[in-house]
């Protein structure tokens, strides 16, 4: 639940296309025109697949404005500051900003944050797990998050020493 890398299905594509590769050289021996047919038949279904099994560009999430919540955590040592892409907060995938400061208003950078969306009215969260981002100066940008049903969702985050819970409410 900590960062996380999104897989992609290029390494699986090109296992196969490894596969059918030896495959056509074991049918054809690797010698005359089949082969060569065998072997640009498979390239062009590796392209095809490998093309088809990429991520779509992902946009850039804004956070302008005053921050949705700022509340302490537990522990009273540090506050983090809530801003949600898009704001108004709507339902669905949703990416949110958290900024972080100790009670003096340094920014707290170098945090393992476990970020997990729950909706505590029927006591579950989501089966996505957010992507944590550090940005630098404080702040943490956390993608991915599915906020699939309208309602009250608690934002559980662990910075590993301290816990806070801001809640979101969904229309």
């Not at 090109?14 to 060569?36: K, P």
Request: glycine share 8%.
């Amino acid at each position: 639940m900590v960062a996380r890398c999104v897989p992609t299905r290029s390494c699986a594509a090109l296992q196969m296309v490894q596969r059918a590769l030896h495959e056509n050289a074991r049918i054809s021996n690797g010698t005359g025109r089949e082969w060569f047919c065998c072997t640009m038949r498979t390239l062009f279904l590796a392209a095809a697949i490998i093309a088809c099994s990429a991520e779509s560009p992902r946009t850039t999430a804004t956070f302008a404005g005053p921050p949705l919540v700022t509340l302490p955590t537990e522990s009273g040592k540090a506050v983090v500051a809530v801003r949600t892409s898009p704001s108004p907060l709507a339902r669905g995938t949703t990416s949110i900003e958290l900024t972080f400061e100790d009670t003096t208003g340094k920014p707290l950078d170098d945090m393992t944050l476990t970020v997990v969306p729950w909706m505590a009215a029927h006591a579950h969260g989501t089966s996505v797990v957010p992507v944590v981002t550090p940005q630098g100066g404080g702040r943490y940008v956390v993608t991915e998050v599915q906020l699939f049903m309208p309602g009250s969702w608690q934002l559980r985050i662990d910075t590993g020493t301290d816990r806070v819970a801001p809640i979101l409410d969904v229309p």
